[in-house]
């Protein structure tokens, strides 16, 4: 979804409809420009005027209008909702006079107020569309929350995921999507996981069905969301095929232009996929942490060469 609605955005920051006759609905925010402060545009210079943002008015603007006269600001109103701004925001409790409200309407442009501060209002409006506007993927696995680290269990279908999934939630780690994951782009660095609301806090095991794990396992099994951090790929076990054993060579997967660390763990009878997971999320904090086993390894091999050296 590349934009949404000044209605959406009013009714996800609670904020107060000055224009209750206008409709919200039908004034769009697009992703490409969000907010917009019109001190400039206020003191009459309208070049590179972001017009298609939502435009936040707080003390300082308050404070200059205070001291134009009403033709001035008329003036200056009826040119700035010439160009079809979607809202205009006023923050900490200020309201428009009777001339903006005047050209707002004539222009049908929406008014909108907060209590908020402007500093947080802005943060707090950048963020909600930023992560609504989000370019967007379904793909094919289940997302775990596994000591605060968010795994994407990609596979075959029948590869076992969902049944490692069961595991994890029964040792205390938590299900954010199982069979459908949403995956939102909301920066260079991050990539947001969801289930689809119909599927939300389910989970399908072959020969049982459908479980709702919030009602079994109670609610602190079951995440709405979670940052992907890492992707554990389940194959069927090949005998010839030549598997990392030292972990020295690190695979990527990409989702939405976004590289993620990859680990592929191959699949055989007797082994405790719940329990692997649980060492590769551990592992990996350990790295982001600044440690690595390899290198630790390595280290003790060359000190220990090094002593018998002297020998």
């Known amino acids: 979804m590349d934009q949404i609605s000044v209605g959406q955005l009013a009714r996800a920051m609670k904020l107060e409809n000055l224009t209750p006759e206008m409709d919200l609905d039908a004034h769009m925010l697009k992703a490409e420009g969000i907010i917009n402060r019109p001190a400039l545009q206020m003191a009459g210079f309208f070049e590179h005027f972001d017009y298609c943002r939502v435009q936040l008015l707080g003390n300082v603007e308050m404070a200059y209008l205070e001291t134009l006269g009403e033709e001035r600001k008329r003036e200056i109103f009826?040119?700035?909702?010439?160009?079809?701004?979607?809202?205009?925001?006023?923050?900490?409790?200020?309201?428009?006079?009777?001339?903006?409200?005047?050209?707002?309407?004539?222009?049908?442009?929406?008014?909108?107020a907060s209590e908020w501060a402007t500093p947080d209002l802005y943060a707090r409006i950048l963020h909600y569309v930023q992560d609504q506007t989000a370019?967007?993927?379904?793909?094919?696995?289940?997302?775990?929350?596994?000591?605060?680290?968010?795994?994407?269990?990609?596979?075959?279908?029948?590869?076992?995921?969902?049944?490692?999934?069961?595991?994890?939630?029964?040792?205390?780690?938590?299900?954010?999507?199982?069979?459908?994951?949403?995956?939102?782009?909301?920066?260079?660095e991050r990539l947001i996981g969801s289930a689809p609301e119909v599927t939300r806090h389910f989970i399908e095991l072959r020969g049982i069905g459908i479980v709702d794990v919030k009602t079994l396992f109670g609610v602190e099994s079951v995440k709405d969301e979670q940052n992907v951090d890492m992707v554990i790929r389940l194959e069927d076990w090949e005998p010839s095929k030549d598997y990392d054993r030292l972990g020295t060579k690190d695979e990527y997967v990409e989702y939405l232009g976004n590289k993620i660390i990859c680990y592929s763990i191959p699949v055989r009878p007797g082994r405790n996929l719940a329990v692997i997971v649980e060492a590769a999320a551990v592992n990996y904090r350990q790295k982001k942490m600044g440690y690595d086993a390899v290198q630790e390894l390595y280290k003790r091999v060359q000190a220990n060469m090094e002593r018998n050296a002297k020998k």
């Open 135 to 188: 370019p967007t993927i379904g793909i094919h696995g289940v997302l775990v929350d596994v000591f605060g680290e968010g795994v994407l269990i990609i596979g075959e279908s029948g590869i076992g995921k969902s049944e490692a999934a069961l595991e994890l939630i029964k040792r205390g780690h938590r299900l954010v999507a199982d069979d459908s994951v949403v995956l939102r782009r909301v920066s260079e």
């Open 78 to 112: 009826k040119r700035l909702f010439g160009f079809a701004v979607p809202c205009m925001v006023f923050c900490r409790g200020h309201r428009p006079d009777g001339i903006i409200l005047e050209e707002a309407r004539k222009a049908n442009i929406p008014l909108l």
